[in-house]
């Protein structure tokens, strides 16, 4: 309830905060929860709820259909033992490093191009079209254009050379998916990053440009540190991204074997998916829980590891 004073000392009738009498922050609390419940609802069932049963499930031994059976820590211990499952991290936080490395060095080097590029939104649409095509259209692609009579070695071919690359085979493959990820993702940082350097005031560039800066010193001493944060977003977000790597890597595998990918190139998610969901094998769901868990608690520690090493002082300007 408030009340107005009018000049001289007079008082005018109390004015309720509410047409219904209730104040503003008593209605408001009173719609929390109607409109909080169903999204917490959806978060307990379709994330806590799925969690806590894995993280249970990983320590008994069960294959869906008999009565689990308490197993302690034997399951991470398997996994320790397992060469396919080390194989598969391996390949993991080789996904996370050096695709992620190439990637950010192009991501900055493409925002140094585009900064001043006329027609520049045009170009950011483009190398972000192949973010938004499925990985496994470029898992056909690819084996269309190098399988051993494919676009690739034609070309080669042309131009003289007798002995064209096996990109297909076991040995390439990995790198060959490594590369198409640098192709496939790249438009999307380069997006989220252009997004931020678009607020930077041009008055900033054009006080370097006066006194003489290049391009490169313009980046490292303008776009960068003021764009620090969201580069420091773009860099959890890939690490999340990295371990889900899981379709680009069963059709580009799938092509040499036609059962599957070869275990050089499997990571977390199709070692999850192997002993899990083929068919072929009795379902160790224990097993495929403590990996899951495990690759969990991995990129959980990157992640804060590698958000306290980026972590800066905030920049105004």
Known sequence: MAVLTAGHGKSVAPIADSGR?????????????????????????FYIGPLLFGVWTSFHRWDGLTPMTWRGLGNYRALIDDPFFRTSMANTFEILA?????????????????????????????????????????????GFLFNPSGLANTALAAVGVDDPPKWLAVDNVFTLIMATMVFTTTGFYVTIIMASVDNIPLYLYEDAELAGAGAFRKF??????????????????WTISSVKVFELVLV???????????????????????????????PQFGVVCAAGVTSLVLVAAFTLLLRRLMRRDPIEY
Do not use: Q
Not at 221 to 234: E, G, K, Q
Not at 255 to 279: C, D, K
């Open 21 to 45: 009498g209730a104040p503003l922050a008593v209605r408001r609390r009173r719609l929390f929860w109607p409109f909080v419940a169903p999204a917490a609802f959806g978060l307990v069932v």
């Open 98 to 142: 050096y695709v992620g490395v190439v990637m950010f060095v192009l991501s900055f080097a493409l925002t140094m191009v585009l900064r001043e590029m006329r027609g520049r939104k045009f170009v950011r649409a483009v190398i972000f079209f192949p973010h938004i095509v499925n990985a496994m259209v470029f898992g056909v692609l690819a």
């Open 252 to 282: 580009f595998g799938g092509s040499l074997t036609g059962s599957g990918p070869p275990v050089e190139t499997w990571t977390g998610a199709l070692y999850i998916y192997r002993n899990a969901f083929t068919g072929d094998r009795v």
């Open 220 to 237: 490292w001493h303008i776009t960068l540190p003021l764009s620090w944060d969201v580069i420091s977003v773009c860099a959890v977000l």
